[in-house]
């Protein structure tokens, strides 16, 4: 098999399948249907105390809204609809309790699904969840959820959704390997930023895979080999052992200064999507938040993240950074990013769509809160936010506008906050690329989101792996449009950072120091290697690189270009 490597490494475990038709459809009469019926309460009383355990292991900053999800699924098992459906089955039709309960959950998916409300069709997961794991408890086999696997794994999926990646156990989630998702799709970045290796666009995976079998994956190559031969082990090996002691290696980059063999000083900042990730930016040597992905607060919860839990969290990171920068986005929603509770139509192309900064300025109340949220926060630390997805001038004015409102009412009630507004942008769009020297006088620094910027440069969909050729970051054109980006944040005197993934780009990093980037924010895992590349790095002999690059016509001559240079 063969997909798409959008994490780097290799990895050998057990293929742990995670399909999605794991329901009982089985039918079987029972004698005795009472005693059926009590075999289903002692289930549903099992299934109540696991939802109960999974909420208390919950990382204390996530718990408030992911509880919720769980909170809710107790009260579906409580369902007098459901109980009845269930009851009325075993007791009347002698039915086994498994296929009653299968049956039961069939009629509310499709309830849901038929409903015209966004909120209550986003609960047809929780009914699914629920009936799978009341069936496996009935029938007393392994249950398929992530955060229940105990052993070494490769988890074979069709996609991940945010909840189920965040609640992947690190520890034995070796791989993971998806029929779906591009290569910055957010389970993908979810994935970089835990160092589990990835890889995406297996057609048919779901159809191969076989659960349980030991496969070797190369999230470099996109290769999967299932069954590999005692040569195959061998050399995955031998990568293994290779791997273990670069790791070593790059040790000492974790905590050095990040300044090139000439002595010009740069950052390395690293992205994060919650609370949870800070303590390995820090024990990673992450100099600050170059990127904190707010989007996944509200992705978390059935309901919108309250102005006073962001407030937490925001204040909470901003402490435990002791200074360090904490450079917030203002919620990116859309796209691949899909937040039930916003109940956001489905749109035709929602990459072109209703997201981020167009959703937030026409929902002041929601953005104001936000926006409150980040200014109170600046109290107890160093903070900045930043607009996602800016093509006008006016978004950038009627957001500074905004958020002048939001200081003076905080000012007013005497809730302590920052003085000072700090309002970065992404440059992501075309349009603010191409007039960077403009929207340089409005902001007070910019953050290259390559990711984005890539697609929208080329027209090609990030999360499309047939175009995965044009979305490449070393296009030449791509390179001189941040360069134009830097040339223009300069002249202004504000600071030019890279946020996207093409700042973790090994042979592309001292492309970025001779251009002049001041900040490069990376997956965590990233940082010791991009510090390194850094350290060993003459900004001077970048620039002579750079000029030849910025001449180049393609993007396979750049990448091959590079690779001779920095190898
Ligand atoms: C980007 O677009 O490069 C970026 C950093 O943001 P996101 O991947 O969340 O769109
Ligand atoms: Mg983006």
Request: glycine content about 6%; overall charge negative; charged content about 25%.
């Amino acid at each position: 098999m063969i997909g798409i490597g959008v994490v780097p490494g290799m990895a050998k475990a057990k293929t742990y399948l995670l399909d999605e038709d794991a329901f009982l459809d089985e039918k079987k009469i029972v004698d005795d249907p009472e005693t059926e019926y009590q075999r289903f309460l002692a289930a549903k009383e099992v299934c109540a105390a696991q939802l109960e355990e999974i909420m208390k292991a919950m990382p204390e900053t996530m718990a408030a809204d992911s509880r919720e999800i769980f909170d809710y699924q107790l009260l579906l098992l409580e369902d007098t609809g459901f109980l009845g459906m269930i009851r009325t089955a075993v007791e009347n039709d002698h039915t086994n309790c498994e296929y009653a309960v299968t049956i039961a959950a069939q009629k509310y998916i499709t309830l849901f699904e038929n409903m015209d409300n966004d909120y209550l069709k986003q609960r047809t997961i929780d009914m699914v969840d629920i009936s799978r794991r009341l069936n496996a408890i009935l029938t007393g086999r392994e249950q398929k959820t992530l955060s229940g696997i105990m052993e070494d794994s490769i988890v074979a999926a069709e996609d991940l959704t945010p909840s189920q990646t965040a609640g992947i156990n690190r520890d034995r989630v070796k791989g993971i390997l998806l029929e779906r998702g591009g290569s910055s799709s957010h389970s993908v970045i979810i994935a970089r930023a835990m160092d589990i290796p990835c890889i995406v666009g297996i057609t048919r995976l779901l159809d191969q895979a076989v659960h349980g079998e030991t496969v070797i994956m190369n999230g470099t190559t996109g290769e999967v080999t299932p069954n590999p031969t005692p040569e195959q082990i061998r050399e995955y090996e031998v990568y293994a052992a290779k791997a273990e002691l670069e790791k070593q290696q790059l040790d000492q980059y974790r905590k050095c200064k990040t300044e090139t063999l000439d002595g010009a000083k740069l950052q390395v900042y690293a992205n994060i999507t919650s609370e949870t990730d800070v303590t390995a930016l820090l024990e990673n040597g992450g100099e600050g938040v170059g990127l904190f992905r707010t989007e996944f607060l509200y992705m978390a919860g059935e309901t919108l993240p309250s102005e006073e839990l962001q407030y937490k969290v925001y204040s909470s990171i901003a402490k435990k950074l002791e200074g360090k920068p904490l450079i917030i986005r203002t919620l990116d929603a859309g796209g691949d990013k899909n937040i039930a509770s916003l109940g956001i139509e489905k749109e035709e192309n929602p990459f072109l769509g209703y997201r981020a900064i167009r959703y937030c300025l026409d929902h002041p109340e929601l953005f104001k809160m936000q926006i409150a949220a980040v200014l109170r926060a600046g109290a107890w630390g160093n903070t900045a936010f930043m607009l996602p997805m800016i093509a006008t001038i006016d978004e950038v004015r009627r957001t500074r506008a905004m958020a002048e409102e939001v200081q003076a009412e905080l000012a007013s009630k005497g809730i302590p906050h920052t003085a000072t507004i700090r309002m970065g942008m992404m440059v992501e769009t075309p349009a603010a690329a191409f007039d960077a020297e403009r929207f340089a006088r409005e902001v007070d620094f910019f953050s290259i989101g390559t990711n984005d910027l890539t697609q929208y440069l080329f027209a090609a969909d990030r999360m499309n792996q047939r175009v995965t050729g044009l979305n490449s970051y070393f296009q030449p054109t791509l390179l001189r449009a941040i360069k134009h980006i830097c040339q223009c944040g300069k002249q202004n005197g504000i600071e030019v950072d890279i946020c996207g993934q093409a700042g973790e780009i090994p042979s592309l990093v001292p492309i970025w120091v001779a251009i002049g980037i001041d900040n490069l924010s990376v997956s965590i895992p990233s940082i010791p290697r991009v510090r390194k590349i850094i350290r060993e790095t003459r900004k001077s002999d970048a620039e002579a690189v750079l000029e030849k690059v910025l001449e180049l016509d393609t993007a396979q001559e750049v990448e091959r270009f590079l690779g001779q240079q920095f190898r």
